[in-house]
């Protein structure tokens, strides 16, 4: 794998970040998360938990415990280290109505019939790049460079949970609502973040995605089924 | 059953105990008090364990009944006129809230968060690890939202049987000294012009100021030419985002765990409650230190409340206190109902 120079920033004294590059890049959040795995798999000492992001690992720390300089030092080492990528653990099959308040938008711009901007959204399979922002909310790499747009000139003020929107190169599933300056193309039924079902949290960072339009029958059918703390998402074998 | 009712508070009130670790790769905060030391304080004041929960008290003020039996109380943090029954109460010790008395706490007349600690703490559902309310999770506290009037709270443990009321001295939140930074992670996306206003110039807390974060208002600080878009990283409390605009925000418990506006510079964690207890309009500077004198600070403060049950003195008596309150005209201040 492309093994760009990692760097090290310190974030105080609670945290510090190992930061492969400043990209939106499938090969970097590959190196991001498998710096995670095996961090995460040796157990250290002082380190209270860690943040994969698309190009970097946040490492939150216990100053108390461990210097952060000096772990610092060592999680740079070993970001230096030949990383095998870990394989996605599971591929969610994510429902989706597609009535989006940005669908016909996001067509006209790019000269594509409604139709069209759904067959694009749905042919991929997505990784999860990140967990971040908001509990739940799952930012995914790999979608379809022809439906790429910069972000709307002003946010709204609110939109929906299970908002499914694209944003840049970026597509997103949000689990509550909150302004979002993002094209919204529909709604999952999914609960990404359900405090009272197990796993609470859907997706781990590394998962595939793949979306399937629904009718509204069905996607009424599947919100009872997930407020009732079914999962709806059909997990599949990576 | 013993309970503290709540009669009336602020907005910002809430529950919170020593917060949610573990779960920010999921996009989850940890959130806890807005004053670490505070809440401490009030735990060992009450001999409950660390982190036990607590309510915070937001800048309203608040009045609060003891249901069902005694409870045993410490108030710490942005200190107020107190009072029990119109009598006045002293801040940083315990003290016994008798069946059926009403605790007032006015408005701060400085600082925001104040901290109000329960013997035995509290006799609620923990949401995934912590009763610290998350709230835009909708998680944790009462129902996952914030206290109101009405609220009745569970007490959890023993109801007080004579022992002595105990009292701590306070550590001073040294108002006029800058809050001390560790410069980055994204230093280098702002110009030495940016850095510089960072560092010289005198801000004030904005009205856009909760438990997610503190805006400022001041001279804009200035980014370099990658402009003001990163791709998103992680935060952490006391991260000092600065969006497009220029003005920076210090985020706080309840914030994003990641952000994609760069970081100029991290407040320490031993200096985030000092930041914490600025309201709107009060004055910030700001003055850079390394990671190693961050760390240094970090350890004396955590060693500071380690040595905290060998600092109890007793507290002596109610009335005394009272006396004292009176002379400091504290008592006419008690009278005023919360805002």
Not at chain 1, 72 to 78: P, T, Y
Not at chain 2, 128 to 157: F, I, K, Y
Not at chain 2, 224 to 247: A, C, K, L, M
Request: glycine letters at 12%.
């Amino acid at each position: 794998m492309r093994h760009p120079s990692p760097r090290l920033l310190h974030q105080g004294d609670t945290a510090l970040t190992i930061e492969f590059g400043d990209a939106i890049d499938a090969d970097l959040n590959a190196l991001v998360l498998a710096l995670d795995a095996r961090l995460t798999a040796r157990g250290w000492p002082g380190v209270v938990e860690t943040v994969p992001t698309y190009r970097s690992l946040t490492v939150h720390l216990d100053p108390v415990a461990v210097d952060p300089v000096d772990l610092g030092q060592q999680l740079l080492a070993l970001a230096r280290e030949p990383l095998a990528p870990s394989p996605a653990r599971a591929v969610w099959r994510v429902p989706v109505l597609y009535d989006g308040a940005d669908l016909d938008a996001v067509a006209e711009r790019h000269g594509i019939p409604a139709g069209e901007v759904i067959a694009r959204h749905t042919a991929p399979t997505y990784r999860v790049a990140m967990l971040g922002f908001l509990p739940g909310y799952a930012y995914l790499s790999g979608l379809d460079p022809r439906l790429a747009l910069s972000r709307r000139p002003s946010p709204r003020p609110t939109t929906p949970a299970g908002t499914v929107s694209i944003g840049g190169a970026q597509a997103l599933v949000a689990s509550i609502a909150a302004p979002s300056g993002w094209h919204l193309l529909g709604r999952t039924p999914v609960r990404s973040f359900s405090p009272a079902r197990d796993p609470i949290f859907l997706f781990e960072p590394g998962d595939g995605v793949r979306f399937v339009a629904i009718p509204v029958e069905r996607w009424n059918a599947l919100d009872r089924a997930a407020a009732a703390g079914e999962r709806v998402a059909e997990r599949g074998e990576a | 059953m013993r309970a503290l009712r709540v009669l009336a508070c602020g907005p910002a009130t809430s529950v919170q105990d020593g917060g949610r670790a573990g779960w920010q790769r999921y996009g989850l905060s940890a959130s806890g008090p807005m004053d670490p030391l505070a809440f401490a304080t009030a735990n060992v004041l009450l001999g409950n364990p660390p982190g036990t929960a607590a309510i915070e008290l937001g800048p309203g003020g608040g009045r609060f009944r003891a249901e069902g039996g005694a409870l045993r109380l410490a108030l710490t943090g942005a200190v107020s006129a107190a009072s029990v029954e119109g009598a006045a109460m002293a801040w940083h010790r315990s003290f016994v809230l008798r069946e059926g008395e009403t605790l007032r706490i006015a408005p701060p007349r400085e600082g925001v968060f104040a901290t109000l600690g329960i013997g035995g703490g509290l006799d609620l559902p923990s949401a995934m690890g912590s009763l610290a309310l998350h709230r835009r999770a909708a998680l944790g506290g009462l129902d996952g939202r914030p206290l109101r009037e009405g609220d009745a709270l569970p007490v959890a443990g023993e109801a007080p049987s004579g022992e002595s009321d105990l009292r701590l001295d306070p550590v001073p939140l040294e108002r006029d000294r800058p809050v001390r930074v560790v410069l980055g992670p994204q230093a280098d996306r702002f110009t030495e012009a940016g850095l510089a206003t960072l560092l010289d110039a005198e801000f004030r807390v904005s009205g856009r100021a909760d438990r997610m974060g503190y805006q400022l208002d001041g001279p804009a600080v200035a980014h370099g030419e990658g402009g003001f878009n990163i791709v998103s990283d992680g935060t952490v409390p006391g991260s000092i985002q600065v969006p497009g605009e220029g003005r920076p925000i210090v985020l706080m418990a309840d914030r994003q765990t990641t952000g994609g506006y760069p970081k100029i510079a991290t407040v320490i964690s031993a200096d985030l409650r000092r930041i914490a207890q600025r309201r709107p309009g009060d004055r910030v500077r700001f003055e850079a230190v390394e990671v190693a004198t961050a760390v240094r600070l970090a350890r004396e403060r955590a060693a500071w409340i380690a040595s905290l049950p060998e600092r109890l003195s007793p507290a002596g008596d109610a009335l005394d206190r009272m006396w004292q309150a009176n002379l400091a005209g504290d008592a006419v201040d008690a009278l005023r109902e919360p805002d």
